[in-house]
């Protein structure tokens, strides 16, 4: 509680010094929601028709598939599904990507490989650790004006690629209420620069460091793995979530947006998303909709004491 308090301090202390004039988003994103009622379907079909229905076009294009890859425990559900990401290896190789690669830096374990092979990625993507990247330990380039540090160090894989896919698996999160597409791009910052679990981004502010990391990558696409997501003390200690759902889009705030009414949480509520306003929709009215209807499938996932007011009413769930 005192470190949550203390982040949450640092946090509105930097958003207060950092407040400029910003516009509110005022385009239309497509976010695609499609029903996968299990890891044995045909996913890359459904991620195809997610793509299709986002107009995302991939031909010749670097792509890194950034899945969310942190502890492994077998009762729950933590990362994102191996089978999801190897069948997006399939579906953007088909498209005609001029390659794609899998990365991932987690902040919890040193050991990344190690927490893949746990995950059953060694099994699962052939040839494996030929298409990986460790970002905790790649090469990195400083870039500037990230919050308030006047050099900030990015492995420089995600820096060079045409398209990062964010692929997070569905979950809450006891200090940002839920973790999404626009939180897992955590997992794109250093270990090896910043150390294990990654304090620097604590010590900016969490909602700070989404929004920055979410300014610096902007060409992005996201693939949410909400087929077992995770409810309750997430992103680690928390119950299995049963949703048999995928959500796509480009503008990754809106495909956060989405999600959350699908979990029963309000956006309006959630600090990083009303901090990201200017970068993409909130607003159903902004975002149009494709597949499912986020209030037809809305599937109210348990929130910890501290986030219980951030409960969706109905009526908010559909406006």
Known sequence: MVRRALTAALAAGLASCQKTERKIFSG???????RAKSYQ???????????????LDVKGKTVLLKPNLVEFDASTAINTDVALVAAALEAFRSLGAASVTIAEGPGHR?????????AGYWKGVRNFEGQFVDLNRDDVTPVS??????????PNTALGADLIVSMPKMKTHHWAAA????KNLFGLVPGSVYGWPKNTLHYIGIDNSIVALNRQFRKTFAIVDGIVGMEGNGPIQGQAKNVGLLVFGQDLVAVDSTCCRIMGI???????LQQA?????????????????PHAVRNDFQLISEFAAYRLSPEGAKA
Do not use: H, W
């Open 179 to 182: 973790t999404l597409s626009m």
């Open 266 to 272: 309000d956006p309006a509520k959630v600090a990083y």
């Open 41 to 55: 379907i045909d996913l890359t079909n459904t991620i195809l028709e997610g793509i299709r229905l986002c107009g």
């Open 110 to 118: 040193r050991d990344t490989l190690g927490v893949a092979d746990e």
């Open 277 to 293: 306003a200017d970068l993409g929709a909130i607003a159903p009215g902004q975002i149009q909709q494709r597949g499912e209807n």
């Open 28 to 34: 239309s994103s497509p976010v695609a929601v499609l």
């Open 145 to 154: 004006n990230f919050v308030n540090e006047k050099q900030f160090f990015l």
